[in-house]
């Protein structure tokens, strides 16, 4: 989450290496403790890489994946949180968040550029830009009908 991602990735690899069943149980690793903490810091995990930030409360919404992990040009993450399951998707010019199920209301949304056009279910909607945050007119309400499109300019 602060940009050291080979470090971070590294000590995932080194941790998996010392618990790969062979030697040690691979569901107990000593330095997350027992059950809920172990589930949370791989799962952070996730998030990290997908340059996740979420705030519910806010509408508020942070996707800034990294290309590098990208197949073919297009970044692809599961996001799970509160009443929503879905994945976000980043290609060259755009973020998509798609819901699988549940719902969601996004206000505010962060994307790796300027925002030049918000689409909720296709249908243009209008906000405001402050840098690489769109804000948007009204709520727009993602559920497994509606998705949520930003195109954004490529950088130089």
Not at 27 to 42: D, K, L, N, T
Not at 91 to 120: H, M
């Amino acid at each position: 989450m602060n940009g050291m991602v080979e470090e971070g990735l590294e000590i995932v690899h080194e941790t998996r290496k010392r618990y790969d069943g062979t030697t040690r149980n691979p569901f107990s690793e000593m330095e997350c403790g027992m059950g809920y903490a172990q589930s949370m810091s791989s799962y952070a995990l996730l998030g990290a890489l997908c340059g996740q930030t979420i705030d519910v409360y806010n509408k508020s919404y942070r996707f800034c994946p990294d290309m590098r992990f990208a197949e073919k040009g297009v970044f692809r993450c599961m996001v799970c949180f509160d009443n929503f399951l879905g994945y976000v998707e980043r290609g060259i010019d755009y973020i998509q968040l798609n819901c699988l199920k549940g719902s969601i209301k996004v206000r505010k949304i962060e994307v790796p550029d300027v925002p030049l056009k918000v689409k909720c279910s296709n249908l243009e909607i209008g906000f405001d830009a402050d840098r690489n945050t769109a804000i948007l007119d009204n709520d727009c309400e993602v559920n497994p009908s509606r998705d949520l499109l930003v195109i954004f300019k490529i950088n130089d």
